[in-house]
């Protein structure tokens, strides 16, 4: 098997699964330091009805095409992939037999940086799209409610060397966001990769 355990979250109207250790300790925090270094961090602003506010994180958006991601009233123009990001990138690909043309990387400084309830549904990733998210650094509580029926709810803790992987009608029903936390917790990266065509 090329990784252990993947656990379905078995969400309705929706398909993810959590594979914890998709890479090993060792590989996870060496990327994360890596990471941490040779990506081109950004904090934006971000337009929420009609008031301004820097985004509470740091972002970078990377491709293999020159297509731009566009959220939150935010342009983001790609960097091109390279060293540990395309690494990283190729295994993905390998292991989950998928092409991927880009990557949203976020990073959570401490407890108070976080990513408010949204869907990643623009329409440059298509119907349904596949999503895969990798985590490094301190782990993070990770937050999912169904769109239209208030009961359904799902809380996980995602891992360093973890992929959460969401596809199918996932970001059509579902909406995700990570909190703020007052623990006492040091930084965290996430990088989604996605398809944008
Ligand atoms: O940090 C995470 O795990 C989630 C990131 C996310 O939802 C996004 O970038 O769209
Ligand atoms: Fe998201």
Redesign the pocket.
């Known amino acids: 098997m090329l990784f252990s355990n993947p656990i379905n979250l078995e969400m309705k109207d929706g398909n993810v699964v959590y594979y914890p250790n998709f890479f090993n300790k060792n590989q996870a925090d060496i990327f994360f330091e890596n990471l941490l270094q040779s990506i081109n961090w950004q904090q934006d602003n971000i337009t929420v009805f009609g008031k301004t506010y820097l985004q509470p994180r740091l972002t970078a958006f990377y491709a293999d095409n020159s297509k731009n991601y566009k959220y939150s009233n935010i342009t983001m123009k790609p960097h091109h992939f390279s060293g540990d990001l395309l690494k990283i990138k190729t295994n993905i690909e390998t292991k989950l037999d998928i092409k991927f043309t880009s990557c949203?990387a976020?990073l959570?400084r401490d407890g108070n940086d976080s990513?408010g309830w949204?869907a990643?549904d623009e329409k440059e990733l298509g119907i349904n799209p596949i999503?895969a998210?990798i985590?490094f650094g301190e782990k993070?509580v990770?937050h999912f409610k169904h769109r239209y029926n208030k009961e359904l709810k799902k809380k996980l803790v995602?891992d360093p060397g973890s992929l959460?992987l969401m596809k199918g009608a996932t970001q059509e029903n579902w909406l995700?966001q990570?909190p703020k936390t007052k623990k006492q917790i040091g930084e965290?990266i996430?990088l989604?990769f996605r398809i944008i065509k």
Do not use: G, K, V
């Open positions: 949203l976020n959570y990513n949204h990643d999503i998210s985590s993070r990770f995602l959460l995700h990570i965290r996430n989604t």
